[in-house]
């Protein structure tokens, strides 16, 4: 784990807004991510919210994108934000298809060769780069949550579900929820996880509630009714089902009109930030 | 003037964010331009303010990175943003340059040739796009107001200034304030108007108002003190003092630590639109 580089810092909404790489141990290369820091910072330690985001973004797109600063300003809430996948990795096929790849690590560890060498974004997200920050900003570790939008927001419930105790606030926009039972998973983890589905079912928010996982605390999702990836791809009610089957407390928010961009998700980015600070309260 | 394609409209907050093109008669080939429509416009024709962004921008940096479609529709004010010059001219020498050409119009009319035939933003944003977009959207027109970033600061202040009583509400981030007497303008202005530096005058804020012009109302400008053009190119004193010599009412606020990207703007712009929604009151 090599020490974190700073790309670049901006002053945004009193805080700073910090581009930095690193040479990743979990994805065997340079990777980069983006935090915001709130002014609160400046005092004392912070809770921390991550922020996953969905297929073709890197750590820019949330960050740019969502006007979260704002409010995550106000609740003297930092922000961090990965890239989707190990970039420049080489290896034949991981370009050219925003499905699968680069922009596309889906928030798990490959098994299966050759993918197993980079793309472990699990590690990445749950063990390395928490290591790699706490040791350069001021965050309160016992208080982080996480959010996570379509293939970021399927990371987001997986990881959280998968690590009880470790984020305290859970959420989520347009998320991938059933990737066993859609295209996108089905077309991505026989390439990084093998044919075996039971290996799959710890990568499923889905398979995993109906699987004895539990979220302590209301998971919040937003989904936009004319979001183009809905019936295909998302199917929030499999999720739904599956909680109310295990009694785990959850906020399906469906918007008419809205659809799977970050105009919708810069529309209820407060709501979300405002649902993680409650949590994350002292 | 062709009637407006639509590109495409997501909802946003609300609204509507609209992305439209239309073959431009001023500029002789096609032009895209973004529209965000508050909620507010459901139910009658509501205030404008158009918005005009700097070299290397299109109609749609703005309108994903200022997070200004929040406060637009809780004002009930319709956001404008045009791009920023033709494209794909086939001139020779009109790409490649980010300082000239496309993507640096300079909301002017040119002059010189070849730049004559299709580099006419002023026409433009002044004449052909309001005509066009008053027929299709229900905007008020007695109630317009102007604003810009840099490139776009410079043709906010120089429309607004030339223009007495058109727009009621002016402001602008870092914008270039004095361009015959700095490195962009010395050199986009002799391609774009030749070298009479007369010509030039009209389309430089601060010797349109040491020649007399006048905006009706206070014009609010923010400036970064951590923007690496502040000392070069933009020099906000320069126009600060034509404005004191002049008595032009003038609110330069100067911000530490702020640099000129869409993290300065987005830390701003509510109070920027505050500030023309009050003028724009019915």
Chains 1, 2 share one sequence.
Not at 154 to 179: D, E, M, Q
Not at 236 to 258: K, N, S, V
Request: some cysteine; charged content about 20%.
């Amino acid at each position: 784990m090599s020490a974190i580089e700073t790309v670049s810092e901006q002053r945004c909404f009193g805080g700073t807004q910090g581009f930095y790489t690193h040479v990743s141990e979990a994805c065997g290369g340079p990777m980069k991510f983006a935090v915001y820091l709130p002014p609160a910072a400046e005092n004392g330690p912070v809770p921390v919210l991550w922020y996953l985001a969905g297929l073709t973004c890197t750590a820019e797109t949330f960050t740019i994108k969502a006007g979260a600063q704002r409010v995550a300003s106000e609740l003297g809430l930092a922000l961090v934000m990965p890239d989707t996948s190990p970039r420049d990795t080489g290896i034949a096929g991981a370009t050219g298809d925003w499905e699968f790849g680069e922009g596309a690590g889906f928030y798990l560890d490959a098994t299966e060769a050759p993918w197993d060498q980079r793309f472990r974004m699990y590690s990445y997200v749950v063990d390395e780069l928490p290591r790699l920050v706490q040791e350069r900003f001021p965050f309160d570790m016992g208080r982080q949550g996480i959010c996570g939008h379509s293939m970021g927001g399927h990371g987001a419930l997986t990881l959280a579900l998968r690590n009880p105790g470790r984020y305290r606030s859970l959420s989520a926009f347009a998320p991938i929820v059933a990737p066993t039972n859609v295209p996108w998973g089905q077309k991505a983890f026989p390439r990084y996880l093998g044919d075996d589905k039971k290996a799959w079912r710890k990568h499923d928010a889905t398979a995993l509630v109906a699987d004895g996982a539990r979220f302590n605390g209301s998971i919040l999702i937003d989904q936009g009714e004319a979001d183009n990836f809905l019936v295909n791809q998302l199917q929030p009610q499999r999720f739904e089902t599956a909680c109310e089957d295990a009694g785990q407390a959850l906020e399906l928010r469906m918007h008419p009109g809205y659809d799977h961009s970050y105009y919708f998700i810069q529309s209820f980015i407060e709501d979300h930030l405002r649902h993680h600070a409650k949590a994350l309260a002292a």
